[in-house]
């Protein structure tokens, strides 16, 4: 069986096929229909002729332009140009609605407009503006989460930094706190605690001070005669008093429960002493201890140098500012002789002694069935509200000593943005401002005063003066501050749980230099004594205890000042002699 070919018509008219070519049978005996192609083609493809060589185009660009449509053709000459003409007009037509435009166009638009300097002032304004909202929202994040990056924004320095104490090789540690174990807790506590007894003398506030401003400023006077006692809890006679009396299981000061509470907040190296005695627990300082100093720019990004002959090193600085504070607490007060004394006089003054105006307020919290603290709190004066009410206020003074450092010149700040002056401080002495209003709140003080003292040169220290005193309640400044009283009180009841369960014996807590850690040590029973040395500072960093205190300091600086004077005069005297001998 062969394979057949089909009939191949012929035109002996001309080229191309006949005008009636024949039908030629299909493959399986069927005939073919008039008009349709032998290829399958769907409803959307193209019929055409496969070759047509009858087209004659005008021009070789029209041929060329029309030569793919028109060669597939089955209609006539006429009708397949007017087709390709059809075909170059045709254009799909989009059914989408046309896309809504914002009725604000964007910025770029706005931008090409030329604009006056004052819109532009003002939109710089506005960025300003912008830029300190969003690094005002940082630094609450910042000051949140602090512990997490305790350690890295001090750089490679806090590697570097020294505990305050230094660790014996007999010191045994028995625990190591995180911080953030502190930022977790919570713990409510009666607000109304109960005075025991209420002891010294206070003057009262000079109003006067409360209108001082950069332009009115007044310098700041010494007091030489004053006598500031920094006694620690086991050493306070009213204290062991009480103790005997079995009033409470807790014992401390103001100022070392604020050192507890404040913690988190913490970046220099302290250590507090915790001695336990049958089911008493005693917290103590050393004497000389850090916790008698003022820190400066604690919290800053910056930290202070540490040469010691530096008069902006951290030890130059925390000596100033201490003594800065203590004079400031005297001069805003009214000294005309009247003093409100109340049931004892000072416990820790002798007779024809002139002492500070000062207020201690034994006072007792209850933290629950079996444990309640007593701490010893300091109110600096006495005032009287509208009402006619007597109050009680703290005395605490902020200290500038380089405008160059903490980027902020009060005296040309305080009068017009005192918000920002106080926002830089927040940075910078976070863990201070926290330990001020802690006190604040556990001397139940109605009022807290805060005094800006800048130095008169910024290479002086030695003089300074008061540019404004600004007022705060504690608890409006500590919501503003962002601490929290059920925090604190969480985190003592948390070191009071955990020292109850160690026995009988001395332990210390040392902050970690470079750590957010705290760390629980236990020491033998006779260090820290007089014949266990063990000093943290050079001798003449450190501040004296009991009757010596800060006065010696101050005697200290005004020697330091009056040697330096006359050793600027002997050199000047010397220069003119030179010069003498070089005339003759």
Not at 75 to 101: G, Q
Not at 285 to 313: F, H
Request: net charge negative; glycine share 4%; with cysteine.
């Amino acid at each position: 069986m062969g394979f057949d070919v089909g009939v191949v018509p012929f035109n002996p008219d001309g080229w191309g096929p006949p005008e009636t070519p024949a039908e030629p049978p299909l493959l399986g005996g069927a005939v073919a229909t008039a008009s349709i192609p032998f290829a399958p083609f769907s409803r959307s493809d193209k019929l055409g002729r496969i070759a047509d060589w009858t087209r004659n185009p005008g021009h070789p660009g029209a041929h060329a332009a029309s030569s793919r449509d028109s060669i597939f053709d089955f209609s006539s000459t006429d009708d397949s140009l007017a087709a390709a003409a059809e075909d170059s007009s045709f254009s799909l037509v989009d059914a989408k609605p046309p896309p809504r435009h914002p009725r604000f166009g964007p910025k770029w638009r706005f931008n090409q407009r030329p604009q006056l300097p004052q819109r532009r002032d003002e939109e710089v304004e506005a960025k300003r503006r912008e830029a300190e909202k969003e690094r005002a929202r940082r630094e609450r994040h910042y000051q949140n989460h602090r512990s997490h990056h305790h350690q890295g924004f001090r750089g490679n320095q806090a590697s570097q930094a020294k505990p305050s104490v230094d660790i014996q090789p007999d010191w045994t540690m028995l625990e190591q706190i995180p911080f953030a174990n502190f930022t977790k807790l919570s713990f409510a506590v009666n607000d109304q605690p109960e005075d025991l007894l209420v002891c010294g003398a206070v003057e009262s506030y000079d109003r006067t001070y409360d209108r001082v401003n950069p332009k009115t400023q007044r310098r700041l006077e010494r007091f030489k005669n004053r006598h500031f006692f920094k006694i620690t809890t086991t050493d306070d006679p009213i204290i062991r008093r009480l103790a005997e009396e079995d009033k409470a299981t807790v014992f401390a000061t103001d100022a070392i429960l604020a050192a507890l509470m404040c913690t988190p907040r913490s970046i220099l190296s302290w250590d507090i002493v915790v001695q336990r005695v049958g089911n008493k627990l005693f917290f103590d300082k050393r004497d000389g201890a850090q916790l008698d100093l003022l820190t400066v720019n604690e919290t800053a990004q910056e930290q202070l140098p540490e040469n010691k002959d530096d008069i902006n090193s951290a030890p130059s600085l925390a000596v100033e500012a201490t003594y800065i504070n203590q004079n400031f607490s005297q001069q805003v007060l009214v000294r005309d002789g009247e003093k409100v004394t109340f049931d004892e006089p000072n416990p820790f003054a002798t007779e024809n002694e002139e002492v500070a105006s000062v207020c201690y307020r034994y006072r007792r919290w209850k933290l629950d069935d079996n444990i309640s603290i007593i701490a010893r709190c300091e109110v600096h004066a006495a005032g009287v509200d509208p009402s006619g009410a007597r109050q009680f206020l703290t005395l605490n003074a902020l200290n500038e000593f380089d405008p160059k450092i903490t980027g902020v010149d009060w005296k040309q700040k305080l009068e017009s943005q005192r918000g920002a002056v106080l926002a830089t401080e927040l940075k910078n002495n976070a863990n201070k401002l926290a330990r001020w209003t802690a006190q604040a709140l556990l001397s139940g003080a109605d009022m807290m005063k805060l005094g800006y003292v800048s130095r008169v040169q910024p290479r002086d220290h030695f003089n300074h003066s008061i540019l404004t005193v600004m007022g705060y309640k504690p608890r409006d400044f500590a919501a503003q501050i962002n601490l929290n009283t059920a925090n604190m009180w969480g985190i003592v009841k948390s070191l009071v749980d955990i020292c109850m369960k160690f026995e009988e014996g001395k332990y210390v807590l040392v902050k970690d230099p470079a750590k957010p850690q705290l760390r629980i040590y236990q020491v033998p029973n006779d260090a820290f004594e007089n014949d266990y040395v063990e000093e943290p500072l050079p001798e003449e960093e450190q501040v004296r205890p009991a009757t010596d205190d800060v006065d010696l300091t101050a005697e200290e600086m005004d020697a330091a000042a009056e040697a330096e004077a006359n050793k600027t005069a002997t050199q000047v005297g010397a220069g003119e002699k030179s010069a003498e001998a070089a005339v003759a």
